[in-house]
Each structure stands twice: as C-alpha cells, then as structure tokens.
C-alpha cells in the first residue's frame, strides 16, 4: 500500500476530488498530443478517440480509471549492491541529487565552470558516502568526453562509483537499449533484469499536454520490461500551464495520468512514480522560481494527489540562488520540510543543486544533506507510548531532580534525538578556538574527509569486465579503469 503518513497537507477531499474532475474533463474534451505514431496505434487499440492529422488523443474516464487501478502500488528499485535496494514506499522521503546539471561549483576555488568527469566522478562517490542520499548517479553533464559515448559514460560511472539505486538512460529507445544492456552486464540476464529492475526510466512531459516521441520511447521501452519509470512534470505557472495553482494542478495531473494511460498499453501493471518539478514562471524576470513558496505548494498538492491515487510520489527540493549562501540554504530547507512533511515517497531531484537544477556543488551537497537530515527527522513526528510519556520516570526523579542520572535518559536520547554531522552547536568560546568555521567551510572539511575515507563497494571482476566491454564498444578511449575516482 501506498504510505498515507502525511503531516502537511494543503487541500482538503473535496478539493481533490474537484481537481481530480476537472482532469478527467480535460483528458476527455480537450485531450493531450502524442507525437508517435506507434503510441498513437496502441491508443486506438484501447479504444481511445485518436485523430491522426492532429495527433491529439481523447481519453475517457473509463479508460483513465482503469488503468491508474491497474498501476503497482508498491515495488522495490534495486542498487547493484543489495544492501542498497529500496522499498519505494516505506513511510519515509528518500533524498536523490540534481541531473545533468550544466554548471559546476570548483569546491577549491568557489568558481563556476563547466564540469568535467572527474568532477561528476567526485560528487558520485560522495553521494555514495552519505547516509541520507538513497540515490546516486553522475549528477552532473559531462563536458570533456565524445558525444557518441557521453550516456553510457556517465551511467557506468555510476554504477562504478555508487552501489546505490540509480537511472538509466532516458533520452530515446537508444538510451533505454543501452539501460537493458547494463543490467545484462551486471545481472547476467534481460529475464533477471525484468524481475529485478536496476534502473528506472525518467519521463519529462512536455506543458501543456504534450507527449514527445522520444519521451514516449523511454516510458513504452521501461514500461515493456516492467520497469519503474518517474513521470515527473515541469510546467510554468503563467508560461506552460495556468497561473493558479489549481489550474496547475490540473494540467500536471493530466499529463502524468495520461502518461500512465500509455504506459498501461504495453504492461498490466505500471509501475509510475508521480512527480511534480512545477513551479511559477516569475512575470519580474522571465525565469522559473523553483525557489518560491508556490513551488512548494505545487509539489504538496502532488504529493496529495498521487496518494490520492495510491501511487507513490515524488517532489523536488530546490533553490534560484547561483551559488552556496544563505538563499540557497533556507529555499531548500523549506521545500525539503515540506515534501518530507506531506510524505513524498521521494525527492530526487534535491541535493547538491541549485539555480533551478542547473548548478552543481559538492559542497552543497554536504550541506543539503544536513538540510535533509532534519527534515526527515521532523517528518518522523513524536512516538506517544507508556515508556515515552515517562510517568515513572518523572516521579522517580521527583522535583528539582535530574535526569542525567536516568539510565533512560542516554538510550532515549540516541533513539530520539538527531545528532549533526554539520551544524555547531558547541559555545561561543569553543566555536572560536576551534577556527571560527562557519557551515560553508565545515562542509568543505566534512566532503574531504569523506572522500579520504569512504570507498565505493566494488564491482565483481566478472561484472566489471562486462561493463568495460560495454565502454569500449562505445569508445575505444575510456574504460572502466578511467572512470574511477581515485582521490579527493
């Protein structure tokens, strides 16, 4: 079953049954266009009202309610090291980073430049490295490698670099080939594959109501060998989508409905996570405002409406600022209290990013984790038993007593209470001879020692030997050697 904990709400039944109308009434008159011709013949297969010379497809309510009935509700996503393998939900917000992020913050310089693949390489072991990051892949885009082999790069070194649950390729049936082929590298076998999904497609609507065929090859590709695929929306307030946050609602909720519609004609049963990125389109500057309020109010009210329909969730965390400051820390604890508040199943799209997804920085990504770490645990709430309410305990210690001598005392407070890795909460005094460090700078330390310290469990030889196959059929000038960071 999908989780239903959930602390932060922001509507209430009847508004979701309101909006859940009016998508159903927009699937149905106004329908969404589906730029593929092979889509557009499985539609008409299942009965939908398809014209070809428009390419916009009429979804009936039947239809619709039939197949987000039909989707799996719960499943497990799979790390090549199984102790990473993840139940999709499980009552808590597992955290992902930021994707294909076209610029980089040089922790050793704070200057900003395009990343390469040792930088990529950097951020994935250290991704690896942190508790709270339950996904980890090459956040960044990968600038000094050949074209022809920049996805299979950057997947592998994943893999290499992380034993924790990652996503495939997700440009075309290409890149979704080359998935399948990875996990026949690791796994041995395309069967075992089906039976154990390794990757998960991500899937990108295009707003208004929009399918594009190489999007469409992605969600079909995954969906036939019973993968798990993020459909995951981002329109604009008053750009690609209405500007109230209603309205939004709708028009998200009709793409991803319709998304599962598609995918439902090639499985019985889909496996789609329900994602909102969506946020208003600032009318000052023209730029998306991922750092708003309403980005935040946009994603809970996803995460409602997945839940609405039992299936699991996913909602972004992030920030305008373009560098590591204070704008980029409170925007994102904001949004990560409230996706982990309203129960998102995940928030893959959250640590070490900013400027909208576009900037990366492995300090922020320590930083961001400290960020998530809270949230998670505010999300945990309060446990309410006989032992906590400490009625004996509190009349053992009588008044003007203290509790520092409670053998309770030490065990409750490990279970209860979070411990920092970053935050300094030590005195004034203490603070200053220990160098003055503000966060910035105990998280540039923190990512360094990590780094000295924590090292990717490795490949099999035989796997790996796979995948360095793989490499250089695509290139003959990397292999699996190249693409192991080797030091911080």
Known sequence: MVSQKQMLKVLEKDQLDAIHGATLRVLERTGVLVNMPEALDLLDQK?????????????????????????????????????????????????GPGAECVYYIDPKTDEVRIPTLQDGLLCCRLMDAL????????????????????????????????????????????????????????????????????????????????????????????????????????????????????????????????????????????KV?????????????????????????????????AKHYGLPSNMGVQSDSKTVDEQTAYEKAFSALAAAAAGADFSDLFIGSTEAFNTYSPIQLVIDEEIASNALRFAQGIEVNDETLSVDMIAKTGPMGNYLKQKQTMARFRKEHLRPNLSDRWSRMQWAASGSKDAKRRAKERM?????????????????????????????????DVLVKRSP
């Open 131 to 270: 508790d709270n990051v339950k996904i980890a892949y090459v956040p960044t885009y990968i600038s000094d490698v050949p074209d022809t082999a920049r996805r299979i790069i950057s997947v592998a070194a994943g893999l290499l670099n992380s034993g924790k649950p990652t996503f495939g390729g997700t440009l075309d049936k290409d890149d979704v080939e080359l998935s399948i082929r990875l996990g026949e590298a690791i796994l041995g076998d395309r069967e075992k594959l089906r039976k154990t999904p390794l990757f998960c497609g991500y899937v990108d609507p295009i707003s208004p109501l929009a399918h594009e065929h190489t999007m469409l090859e992605v969600l079909l590709g995954y969906a036939r060998i019973d993968a798990p695929v993020f459909v995951t929306v981002m329109a604009l307030a008053g750009g690609t989508a209405p500007a109230s946050i209603a309205g939004v609602l709708v028009q998200q909720n009709a793409e991803v409905l319709s998304s599962v519609v598609i995918a439902s004609c090639v499985t019985k049963a889909p």
């Open 47 to 95: 009965g939908m009202q398809v014209d070809r010379r428009t390419r916009i497809v009429k979804m009936p309510e039947s239809i619709v309610t039939e197949a987000v009935k039909s989707c799996k509700k719960d499943f497990k996503w799979h790390g090549r090291s199984e102790k990473h393998t993840i139940d999709v939900v499980d009552g808590r917000t597992k955290i």
């Open 448 to 480: 360094v020692e990590l780094l000295s310290s924590h090292h990717p469990e490795p490949l099999e030889t035989e796997v790996r030997k796979n995948i360095d196959s793989l490499l250089k059929e695509y290139s003959k000038s990397f292999g699996a």
């Open 273 to 305: 996570v329900y994602g909102s990125v969506s946020c208003p389109l600032d009318m000052r500057t023209g730029m998306s405002a991922t750092g708003a309020p309403e980005f935040s109010l946009i994603g809970v009210g996803a995460v409602q409406l």
